[in-house]
């Protein structure tokens, strides 16, 4: 694999103390956090400030504010749906701090609801077995988090400690000299495509003591996905690219309940929140059987693995590309109150939630996997940090726990926050001049998106086996990645440009994905093997990592867990 993306050289240079890539519930916190404590912070965004996946999370952040809830209630439940694969501890960081902040979050101007007495109203969704999910506007509480991050940010935006980049990508993360075993050295910064006019524009170098990725999933490695159109995973293939490891990137959550419009229909998809099914709504095949009762005791509310793999043996028994859920006891009144956004969604489409089934399927939805990080979000390259979905911090293990997303951005972005603050006090952390990386460059043409969309939604999709992997993988090596070199009769097949450079990230995680599913022989969480449908703990309880060798090798090791 490349270890850099073929790209200008840079036009021009910033420099600063840390820099922040992401601007959901952990880049904005992150950001927050790091302006207050070190002089010089850049917030770099690929899009507006208000965009990203933070903004689309329907059912809420989970935290024990419940006086009958506890820690370690919650804890348990995490566990659970982790499928054994959990760290403890990081779980334990998770529900011992997560109620303060998100206490906090109504400090910063995040109205969230509240019952007759004032209190912070709390629902349930799968997997929990307490009422701990805390929710804005009924269905809006990604929006709402966001939204009043967003004004904290913009009311600091002219602040001469922070400067906020947005409609840039970036491009590599920037390391030091090798070291002896030939792997990457710290980092020093970060290359960026700026889409606009002035100063900004183009290519150009950020270099900082500390770099925190906050960029989210890798929904548009599939041809259908929840995830906005950002989310080309391109935080997790430059940290590759950069010589960290990988874990668990072989479990991948597919949502259970996704709006089926169709065969054809591609991109990002409407969510059906787990709240409905929270609230009581019940799963129906297409003949009107309520099947969940008979795969799980906790039915609909069963963890999403379950669920989304109970929908696809069903639809495969009935010859059916979707099933139904059926909110229609609920009522009118409550369900329009409670599900505002997703009613109207609906209603967008011919679907009335309260007098209509409403036709849905898995895809996929979010990553249990990423860049390997400790309690603090350091990964293995010094001075690399990575908070929310793009990291592997051990919460999920090998399925999230719904709501625990927004709660793990949000606790450990303040983490990494405080561990570079006091990195950079104490000189540990320093500006570096950064060094080309041995390896290869790579470009892979915008036009090998839908190639390799089909092969990772046919190889490492919801059931996978290995005669499927291994189709997809040598679709998968089959894809040009030289479409910045000329052939031979003059031609350039692709110019670096955006599209080029997310389509290459896309291709390095999906071939990332599809070696890592093909290796795990086994099946547990968000990682479903046809031919090895049991859950295999004697051989299987470890963490599968992933990192690129000296030569560019992708080289995968087994770590049991602690």
């Known amino acids: 694999m490349a270890t850099r993306l073929a790209a200008p050289a840079p036009g021009w240079t910033v420099e600063v103390d840390a820099i922040v890539v992401g601007s959901g519930i952990a880049g904005l916190t992150a950001a927050l956090e790091l302006r207050a404590r070190v002089p010089r912070v850049l917030l770099v965004t690929k899009d507006r400030l208000a965009s990203g996946s933070t903004v689309w999370a329907q059912g809420g952040i989970a935290a024990a504010l419940a006086p009958e ?8 439940d995490t566990l659970v749906a982790g499928g054994g694969l959990c760290d403890p501890r990081a779980v334990e960081v998770l529900v011992t701090e997560g109620p303060q902040r998100v206490r ?11 019952s007759p007495d004032g209190r912070i109203s709390l629902t349930r969704e799968g997997g ?9 506007g009924g269905d809006a509480t990604g929006a709402e988090i966001s939204r009043a991050l967003v004004a904290q940010i913009e009311a600091v935006r002219h602040d001469p400690g922070i ?3 947005e409609h840039a ?3 590599d993360v920037l390391t030091g000299p090798a070291g002896p075993d030939g792997r990457p050295g710290a980092v020093c910064g970060v290359t960026l495509h700026v889409i606009g006019e002035g100063q900004r524009d183009g290519v150009g170098a950020a270099l900082g003591k500390a770099v925190v990725l906050a960029t989210g999933g890798i929904g548009q490695a599939f041809r259908s996905s929840t995830n906005p159109p950002q989310a080309t995973g391109d935080g997790i293939a430059a940290a590759l690219r950069a010589g960290a490891v990988l874990g668990d990137v072989e479990f991948v959550q597919f949502h259970p309940t996704v709006l089926w419009l169709g065969a054809g229909v591609k991109g990002q998809l409407a969510l059906i929140s787990e709240a409905v099914r929270g609230e009581g709504a019940y799963l129906l095949d297409t003949d009107g ?13 069963a963890p999403r693995d379950v669920v989304a793999h109970a929908i696809v043996r069903q639809l495969a028994a009935t010859g059916s590309d979707h099933v139904w859920l059926d909110a229609r006891h609920l009522g009118g009144d409550f369900l329009r109150r409670r599900f505002p956004t997703i009613h109207e969604r609906l209603l967008e489409h011919g679907i009335d939630l309260t007098t209509d089934l409403v036709p849905v399927a898995p895809a996929q939805h979010y990553h249990s996997g990423g860049v390997v990080s400790d309690l603090v979000g350091r990964t293995s390259v010094r001075g690399l940090y990575v908070v929310g979905e793009v990291a592997c911090t051990g919460v999920h293990g090998a399925n999230r726990l719904a709501s625990n997303s927004l709660l793990e951005g949000l606790v450990f972005a303040h983490r990494a926050a405080r561990h570079i603050t006091d990195q950079v006090a104490y000189g540990t952390l320093r500006h570096a001049d950064p060094v080309q990386r041995a390896g290869d460059e790579a470009l892979v043409a915008a036009a090998s998106r839908s190639r390799v969309q089909r092969a ?8 996978r086996s290995s005669d499927g992997l291994r189709r997809a993988a040598g679709r998968l090596a089959d894809v040009p990645t030289d479409a910045h070199e000329r052939q031979d009769d003059g031609r350039l097949p692709a110019a670096p440009q955006v599209a080029e450079w997310e389509t290459t990230n896309v291709h390095q995680v999906a071939s990332v994905l599809t070696a890592t599913a093909l290796a795990r022989e086994e099946s547990r969480g968000g990682h479903a093997r046809s031919d090895f449908p049991d859950r295999d703990d004697e051989h299987w309880r470890l963490r599968l990592e992933a990192r690129l060798d000296p030569d560019g090798r992708l080289a995968l090791a087994r770590v049991p867990l602690g």
């Open 456 to 463: 990772a939604t046919d190889g490492p999709g919801v059931l």
């Open 289 to 301: 059987v309520r099947f969940m009762l008979d795969v799980h005791p906790m039915a609909e509310l």
């Open 169 to 171: 990508l970036v491009l």
């Open 128 to 136: 929990h077995h307490a009422d701990r999910i805390v929710h804005a």
């Open 104 to 114: 906090e979050l109504v400090g910063l101007g995040a109205v969230f609801d509240t």
């Open 69 to 76: 809830d506890s820690p370690a209630a919650h804890l348990a």
């Open 163 to 165: 400067e906020v980049i």
